[in-house]
């Protein structure tokens, strides 16, 4: 009888091939190689990462209490908050289940997902926003930082519905057309044409 409160036990082969694929998937993590790449979380970032690596290994292997998938998102939140990120795409959810899958299926002997992981190429884009501007003219956000120099990077997830015309930045957008009823004209504002006569 399994004890639905404890971590399954795994093979030693199992257990090799958990490990590497919990470095798979984290190495894969666009958002944590971002943090590391970019030094997010100071110069020991790479070793952050790796920490984290060995902290869900650890959890999901030889702890003796069942890891949950609240628990997984939990170490994952807290390790990119280490890296100073803030992570609101979704991704943690599917490390974490990602993550717990492939321990189900090491403790059944099955390798296949993360033999999936080995065969394919790691993803090459990302989009990332500056949390807080430091621009002049954004009054908005003057009172919610309370003297805090600190700057956050926030990951978005790639929007697949977006075409090349949404992304496009600085680009003049076109006037919109006013309606003109009969005996009507319509005239341009003056105001950013320069100078005034």
């Known amino acids: 009888m399994v004890d639905s409160n404890k971590n399954p036990v795994l093979t030693a ?33 790479v070793q ?39 992570i609101e795409d979704g991704s943690i959810e599917e490390i974490a289940e990602k993550l717990m899958f492939m321990q189900e299926e090491c403790a059944e002997g099955n390798f296949n997902s993360i033999k999936i ?28 930082h309370d003297g805090d120099n600190s700057t956050e990077m ?7 519905s977006l075409n090349k015309e949404d992304m496009m930045i600085d680009e003049p957008r076109p006037q919109e057309v006013a309606e003109v009823e009969d005996g009507w004209t ?8 320069g100078g005034r006569n």
């Not at 490990?19 to 110069?43: C, I």
């Not at 884009?125 to 908005?140: C, I, K, L, P, T």
Request: proline fraction near 2%; charge should be negative; glycine fraction near 2%.
């Open 13 to 45: 082969e199992a257990t090799a091939q958990l490990h590497e694929g919990v470095n798979l998937v984290l190495s894969r993590w666009a958002a944590l190689r971002m943090a590391v790449e970019n030094e997010w979380g100071g110069r020991d970032s």
């Open 48 to 86: 952050k990462s790796q920490q984290l690596a060995q902290i869900i290994c650890h959890a999901l292997t030889q702890s003796k209490e069942k890891v949950y998938f609240e628990d997984l998102q939990k170490m994952l939140e807290e390790s990119m908050l280490s890296l100073k990120t803030v």
């Open 117 to 144: 992981l080995k065969e394919t190429n790691t993803p090459s884009f990302s989009y990332v926003r500056q949390a807080r501007s430091d621009d002049e003219d954004d009054s908005d956000d003057d009172n919610d």
């Open 154 to 160: 926030r990951v978005d997830a790639p929007d697949s």
């Open 186 to 193: 319509v005239v341009a504002s003056k105001r950013n044409k």
